[in-house]
């Protein structure tokens, strides 16, 4: 099966979907003239400042929240470890790039959401994806839409939103304190019912005060590592260059890795943790109390620079500085060995408590991210079987296998990327319009 997989894993995230994921994101960096660049200061103002005066279920900061705690997971931990593993610390340089290009790619498809977004029958606010392919691109596109949608429920289902973040949370809390895998499976599942069957409003609420404070804990431990070993981080950052453009030379228990390997784990894994182009985040933005969509296409672009240009380059330089990637060691274990390295007392427990909480709100934002799919699927009337279905594979997700899973994630991601990414070319005519009418706008305002 695992061999099955991984042949279906090299297929989807092959050159041609490598090149359509960067080429997006290049294409789209051209016509919005470097705005991640220039306008990024003016959005990361606008995660605290924006007015949140128009029609929406949650306010900006809020949907920014629930689109990070989602993307801040088990992406930036296990996936940076898993990155490096298999590419060297040159695969966190082609995890850069795609992250700045991932950047154009994330306010474009959440300036889309907002944009074409429509109210289900429970009054609740609908958007993504398959929204902004149908009623964007036409009624001929549907079959396009229906796709995402269904590889949508796919992801929430077997990829990002449950197994992976599910083992990675008893893989942690088995290593560092010792519980065992039913105790914290049942722990688990009890926790993502209680909040997950509130909706969106119960999520967004759980997610703006988990979020800010994990990213916080998180960020000070990473650094704190950073300056225990601050004699390496010069060779380090020289490592991630070098290593980018040349093979990695066979270190201990490390094979070595080719430049194309560090190029597909780094964008891969990049991908994984940030999610520009999978069209997940563009969902929950588009139930942002907002009156322009560029605004919020802002707001989510924030999303990326803070999960993968900050967060998953502080846990690559940290496998990289204590040494820990050329070991024997790979996943959550990795990164463990790497916060004991620096802090033996307390490593591993500040570790768990990141790891379960990234992971953990993770699983609540894809709840809803499948749950947004099966609606455009279904009807609401699809919404609570969903649910129940979501917290009985939370419940089976302790007992599978690590490396299927990740090979499972990866394959369900990169089928729910090409939908999407068709739908952005398609509409950046859209994008660049919409960017204009908000820019002139501002300019209005000021004068």
Same mark, same amino acid.
């Given at each position: 099966m695992l061999d099955i997989l991984n042949e279906i894993d090299s297929f989807v995230w092959g050159p041609p979907l490598l090149v359509l994921l960067v080429g997006t994101g290049i294409w789209l960096t051209i016509?919005?003239?470097?705005?991640?660049?220039?306008?990024?200061?003016?959005?990361?103002?606008?995660i605290f400042s924006a007015k949140n005066d128009g029609s929406g279920d949650v306010n900006s900061f809020k949907a920014l929240c629930t689109a990070l705690a989602?993307?801040?997971?088990?992406g930036n931990i296990v996936g940076v470890a898993?990155?490096?593993k298999a590419g060297g610390p040159g695969a966190l340089f082609w995890m850069w790039i795609a992250a700045f290009f991932g950047m154009a790619t994330k306010y474009a498809e959440c300036?889309?959401?907002?944009?074409?977004?429509?109210?289900?029958?429970?009054?609740?606010?609908?958007? =993504? &994806?398959?929204?902004?392919?149908?009623?964007?691109?036409?009624?001929?596109?549907?079959?396009? /839409?229906?796709?995402?949608?269904?590889?949508?429920?796919?992801?929430?289902?077997? =990829?990002?939103?449950?197994?992976?973040q599910v083992n990675s949370i008893v893989e942690i809390t088995k290593i560092s304190a010792g519980i065992p895998v039913v105790y914290t499976g049942i722990a688990l599942t009890v926790l993502v019912a209680a909040v997950t069957i509130g909706g969106l409003r119960s999520i967004a609420n759980v997610a703006s005060k988990i979020v800010p404070a994990m990213a916080v804990l998180y960020f000070l431990t990473t650094v704190g590592i950073l300056i225990c070993f601050a004699d390496k981080v010069p060779e380090a950052i020289?490592?991630?260059?070098?290593?980018?453009?040349? &093979?990695?030379a066979a270190q201990g228990g490390f094979l070595g890795a080719t430049v194309m390997l560090a190029m597909r784990s780094g964008v891969a894994r990049g991908v994984f943790s940030n999610e520009s182009g999978l069209g997940s985040a563009p969902i929950v933005a588009a139930a942002a109390k907002t009156k322009w969509a560029a605004e919020q296409g802002?707001?989510?672009?924030?999303?990326?620079?803070?999960?993968?240009?900050?967060?998953?380059?502080?846990?690559?330089?940290?496998?990289t500085v204590t040494g820990v990637w050329c070991g024997p060691l790979s996943g959550a274990a990795m990164t463990d060995a790497a916060f004991k390295?620096?802090?033996?007392?307390? =490593?591993?427990?500040?570790?768990?408590v990141g790891l379960v909480l990234f992971a953990f709100t993770t699983i609540l934002g894809w709840n809803y991210y499948g749950e947004r799919c099966v609606e455009y699927l279904m009807g609401v009337k699809a919404i609570m079987p969903y649910r129940v279905i979501f917290i009985i594979l939370i419940a089976c997700g302790p007992f599978l296998k690590l490396e299927e899973i990740w090979v499972l994630a990866d394959i369900v991601n990169g089928l729910m990327a090409i939908?999407?990414?068709?739908?952005?070319? /398609?509409?950046?005519?859209?994008?660049?319009a919409e960017t204009k009418a908000y820019q002139k706008h501002l300019k209005e305002q000021s004068k």
């Amino acid at each position: 099966m695992l061999d099955i997989l991984n042949e279906i894993d090299s297929f989807v995230w092959g050159p041609p979907l490598l090149v359509l994921l960067v080429g997006t994101g290049i294409w789209l960096t051209i016509r919005l003239k470097l705005i991640q660049i220039f306008k990024l200061g003016e959005a990361l103002k606008l995660i605290f400042s924006a007015k949140n005066d128009g029609s929406g279920d949650v306010n900006s900061f809020k949907a920014l929240c629930t689109a990070l705690a989602a993307t801040v997971g088990t992406g930036n931990i296990v996936g940076v470890a898993t990155a490096v593993k298999a590419g060297g610390p040159g695969a966190l340089f082609w995890m850069w790039i795609a992250a700045f290009f991932g950047m154009a790619t994330k306010y474009a498809e959440c300036l889309l959401a907002v944009k074409y977004r429509t109210v289900d029958a429970n009054g609740n606010i609908s958007g =993504g &994806p398959m929204y902004y392919i149908e009623n964007g691109l036409g009624k001929a596109y549907k079959p396009l /839409a229906v796709l995402f949608a269904v590889f949508g429920v796919l992801c929430a289902y077997f =990829g990002i939103g449950t197994f992976a973040q599910v083992n990675s949370i008893v893989e942690i809390t088995k290593i560092s304190a010792g519980i065992p895998v039913v105790y914290t499976g049942i722990a688990l599942t009890v926790l993502v019912a209680a909040v997950t069957i509130g909706g969106l409003r119960s999520i967004a609420n759980v997610a703006s005060k988990i979020v800010p404070a994990m990213a916080v804990l998180y960020f000070l431990t990473t650094v704190g590592i950073l300056i225990c070993f601050a004699d390496k981080v010069p060779e380090a950052i020289g490592m991630v260059l070098q290593d980018a453009f040349t &093979p990695t030379a066979a270190q201990g228990g490390f094979l070595g890795a080719t430049v194309m390997l560090a190029m597909r784990s780094g964008v891969a894994r990049g991908v994984f943790s940030n999610e520009s182009g999978l069209g997940s985040a563009p969902i929950v933005a588009a139930a942002a109390k907002t009156k322009w969509a560029a605004e919020q296409g802002l707001v989510s672009m924030t999303g990326t620079f803070i999960d993968t240009i900050i967060i998953c380059t502080l846990t690559g330089l940290a496998l990289t500085v204590t040494g820990v990637w050329c070991g024997p060691l790979s996943g959550a274990a990795m990164t463990d060995a790497a916060f004991k390295m620096a802090f033996p007392a307390w =490593g591993g427990m500040l570790l768990m408590v990141g790891l379960v909480l990234f992971a953990f709100t993770t699983i609540l934002g894809w709840n809803y991210y499948g749950e947004r799919c099966v609606e455009y699927l279904m009807g609401v009337k699809a919404i609570m079987p969903y649910r129940v279905i979501f917290i009985i594979l939370i419940a089976c997700g302790p007992f599978l296998k690590l490396e299927e899973i990740w090979v499972l994630a990866d394959i369900v991601n990169g089928l729910m990327a090409i939908p999407n990414l068709i739908a952005l070319l /398609a509409l950046s005519g859209v994008v660049v319009a919409e960017t204009k009418a908000y820019q002139k706008h501002l300019k209005e305002q000021s004068k």
